[in-house]
Structure formats: C-alpha cells, structure tokens
C-alpha cells in the first residue's frame, strides 16, 4: 500500500514538474531560446501570491486566472522589448539575455519581500484526501489535478485552435508558415507569453505547496531544464513524459532515501541520456545540417 501512495504522490508532482516545463519547452519550440528565467517567472508570481493572500486574505487559488494573465503580459513586453533585438544575435545572447532577466527579477523580490522564505497556508493547507490508507495532502491534491487540467487546456488550446496550429506551423517550418499568411515574430511573442503564462499559474500552486524566497528560481530552473532536457527540446509530450517520470522517482527516493533524493532525480536524467541523448520524444539532428 505504501507503494501505491508514493506512486499517487509521485504522478501528482510529475503533472506539476509537466505544466512548468511546458513553458520552457513550447519558447524553445517556436523561438530556439533556453527560457533560463522561467524559474525567476515562477518565483515572481509565488511571492505576488503570497502578498496579496496575505494583505486581503484571498484564497489563493482565485489568483490563477489574475498570475497568469500578468505573467504572460509580462513575458510578451520582454519579447517585445528585448528577446526580438537579441535573438538574431545567436541562442548564446538569448540565454545570457535571459539570465540577466532572472537576476534582475531576482533583485527586484529582495528589495520588495527580503530573502526570507515566505509560505501561503491557507485553511486546507495541513489538511488531506484519505482514501482507504492512501493519504494525499490537499495543497498537493489540488495543485497537481489543477496542473493536469491546465496542461490539458493548452495541449488543447495548441492542437485544436487556429493560434495554436499557426504556432506549431511556425515552430516546424517559419518560412513555410510565412508564406501562408503567418508572422513568425507574432508567434514567436505568442508563445513567450504563454510560456510565462504557465510560470504565473505554476507559482500559484508553488506558493501553497513550498516556502518560496527569491533565490528559489536558481533550484527551480535547474529542475525545469532537466525536465526540458531529458523529455527533448520542444517536445510537450517528451516533457509531460519526463515529469511523470522524474516526480515518481523523486517521490519514491524522498520516502524511502530522502537523503539520495537530489542524486535520484538527476542521476536519472544522466542514465537515460547516456542511452537516449536527444531525450525520450527528442529528434537526432544530422551533424552536416546542424
């Protein structure tokens, strides 16, 4: 029985592990660009979370629609104002672009809530789902089938709508997209702005699962990218894949050797890679092409 609540908790954090890593993989997709500040992103809606549950009393989980909306806004000015001037620059200025991003984000939350780990706790926070033995805590419950549907409604959103067609068109083939009609550069924004958009969800849920201080974003971006990495650059369902896998490993490490937790979760994406190095849903590039 304790496998099976371990599993439970496991497939919960993996489907939350899936939402965040979906930004990341859906800007790399269409833009070519490692988002290195998603983790800056996730921890920027976190602490806003926690500001205004504590200030008004919110219940935290009405913020999503309000994080994701000001994420993605946020995500498209930085596109617009910077990321469209540097990335003909080469991917190496992206990614110091970015990281420069994430820094100064990361300065802008210790001026505003000082490098103290903030937590929301609301009612349910100490309580759980028990289902026979299997015990699920409700920040966990909730935070991992709200990721799921989230997840779904963008996979959705991507597959079935005409915005989302236009961006996979152009993710595939930019100069076969533009001659149909679509703009690379609006769906390149697009898309940055939905992979924001999902960082301000994801830190809805993060603020009520974990203690968050600014300094957060370094571990978080560090587990994004395993993720992105081990799933296969651009790939969604690599992604989805490789966050169910690593959140189950990481939760039957965590039960059973808390201490080797960290090893299990990356040693993980270092063995698959040494057999699979363009990830689980990755694609071989030819050297001559590359």
Do not use: C
């Not at 592990?17 to 921890?43: E, H, K, M, P, R």
Request: charged residues 10%; proline residues 4%.
């Amino acid at each position: 029985m304790q496998i099976v609540q371990v599993l439970a908790y496991g497939i919960l954090l993996g489907g939350i592990y899936a939402l965040l890593a979906s930004g990341v993989t859906l800007i790399f997709g269409v833009l070519d660009v490692v988002n290195v500040a998603q983790g800056a992103f996730l921890v920027f809606s976190a602490l806003f979370t926690w500001q205004i549950w504590d200030m008004f009393g919110i219940e935290p989980l009405l913020l999503i629609p309000v994080m994701g909306a000001m994420m993605g806004l946020i995500g498209w000015a930085i596109y617009r104002g910077m990321l469209i001037r540097v990335a003909p620059q080469g991917p190496g200025m992206t990614v110091l672009l970015m990281f420069g991003v994430a820094l100064t984000m990361e300065g802008i939350l210790n001026l505003g809530f000082g490098n103290k780990f903030k937590s929301v706790t609301p009612a349910y926070f100490t309580q759980s789902l028990n289902i026979g033995e299997i015990v699920l805590p409700y920040p966990q419950l909730i935070s991992g089938v709200l990721a799921i549907v989230v997840l779904g409604a963008i996979y959705a959103y991507l597959r079935f709508s005409w915005a989302g067609r236009a961006l996979r068109a152009s993710s595939q083939n930019r100069d076969g997209a533009a001659l149909v009609g679509i703009s690379h550069k609006k769906a390149a924004g697009f898309a940055f702005a939905i992979g924001a958009a999902t960082a301000g969800v994801g830190g809805v849920l993060l603020a009520i699962m974990y203690p968050i201080f600014p300094a957060t974003h370094y571990e978080w971006i560090a587990r994004l990218l395993g993720v992105v990495v081990l799933g296969g650059f651009g790939s969604i369902p690599g992604a989805i894949i490789a966050a169910l896998l690593l959140g189950t490993m990481e939760s039957f490490a965590a039960t059973f050797v808390p201490q080797w937790a960290p090893l299990f979760f990356y040693g993980t994406i270092l063995l698959i890679l040494v057999f699979r190095p363009q990830g689980i849903m990755g694609s071989k590039t030819r050297e001559d092409v590359a």
